[in-house]
């Protein structure tokens, strides 16, 4: 006897119930993926952030200013690396767009910001993602560094019979010491008494008089 199985198709009512369940699960997939995703940006702006800082921190020491934009040539490739297409400063949220970019030289800061998730400028409130870069910081840095070799060579100067009459371009040169040494950290000129061998920084402000100066 021969026997023939037959076999079972789905019916359209099962194909229904399982395509509903399908779209179900779809949607539930659709904002957990977009989570991910969304998360995977945060951690790349906050990446990001962290390194354009320690950038914008490495050229204020060297050039006593901010860059004026975040994709100048003297800034990026040189204290920041650009990445693939310059990916370094393309903001995850801004489809393609940089990091939003401003200088306060009043405030002597410069703020990076990213939109966040929902892509919309917030003016620094809402989700975006904001880091503030302060000179004040590398400006200490690079006028203390400065000072410790002017009181060396100063010593030096005076000890071999010296003159350190007249203004700082003056008794600056007369020590040897080259042009990077007129101005302190922040880029204002270093003002020098020659009755009292003092050496002043005006510090932060960029005003003598003040206690913020910094006096050697």
């Known amino acids: 006897m021969t026997t023939c ?38 951690q790349e702006v ?34 920041l690396q650009p990445g693939t297409r310059d990916t370094a400063i ?20 410069v703020t990076v910001r990213s939109l966040g998730e929902n892509q919309r400028d917030d003016n620094g409130g809402g989700d975006d993602i904001v880091v503030v870069v302060h000179g004040a910081i590398p400006g200490a840095r690079r006028t203390y560094q400065r000072l410790r ?23 600056r040169t007369a020590m040897g ?7 302190d950290g922040w880029g204002t000129t270093l003002s020098w008494d020659a009755s009292t061998f003092t050496l002043r920084s005006a510090g932060p402000d960029r005003s003598l008089g003040n206690s913020d100066d910094i006096t050697l």
């Open 149 to 171: 070799i002017v009181v060396e060579r100063l010593a030096e100067h005076i000890e071999s019979g010296g003159t350190v009459t007249g203004n700082w371009t003056a008794v």
């Open 5 to 42: 199985e037959r076999q079972r198709g789905f019916t359209l009512l099962e194909l229904v119930v399982v395509l509903g369940v399908l779209g179900i699960l779809l949607g539930a997939a659709a904002p957990l993926a977009g989570a991910a995703i969304d998360a995977g940006r945060r």
């Open 90 to 109: 393309v903001d995850p949220f801004a489809a393609g767009g940089a990091y939003l970019f401003a200088v306060d030289t009043s405030a002597n800061t």
């Open 177 to 183: 010491l080259g042009s990077e040494y007129e101005r």
């Open 46 to 79: 906050g990446a990001e952030l962290d390194a354009l800082a320690t950038a914008l921190d490495s050229y204020y020491f060297e050039h006593a200013a901010f860059p004026s934009r975040i994709d100048a040539t003297d800034f990026v490739g040189i204290h």
